[in-house]
Nanobody, 119 residues
């Protein structure tokens, strides 16, 4: 049974940084893409960033480029999202996901972690 468990969310001031973690278990993720999505109150869930488990190729939403960095630690089966220069608009529940589609990895989901950016 695949499990994706997020951690690292919290309250941060605008301009600050947070690092989210996603511990993945339950299967081998070779051939999968790991992603981060977010959902703000009253809005649809949107793509933030993705990384291929094997090759480490990355993909970012325009809103994340230059501020967020996705990475993975194969030994720890963990995916990270380093978020810098945070803005109030980044406030959302952030979800870890895994899937076979590089552009939209949605086969498995974590339960999410809340990030709140105060102005």
């Amino acid at each position: 049974q695949v499990q994706l468990v997020e951690s690292g969310g919290g309250l941060v001031q605008a301009g600050g940084s947070l690092r989210l973690s996603c511990a993945a278990s339950g299967r081998t993720f070779i051939g999968y893409t790991m992603g981060w999505f977010r959902q703000a109150p009253g809005k649809e869930r949107e793509f933030v960033a993705a990384i291929t488990w094997g090759g480490g190729n990355t993909n970012y939403a325009d809103s994340a480029k230059g501020r967020f960095t996705i990475s993975r630690d194969l030994a720890k089966n963990t995916v990270y999202l380093q978020m810098n220069s945070l803005k109030p608009d980044d406030t959302a529940v952030y979800y870890c996901a895994a899937g076979v589609r590089y552009s939209d990895p949605r086969d498995y989901w974590g339960k999410g972690t809340l990030v709140t950016v105060s102005s």
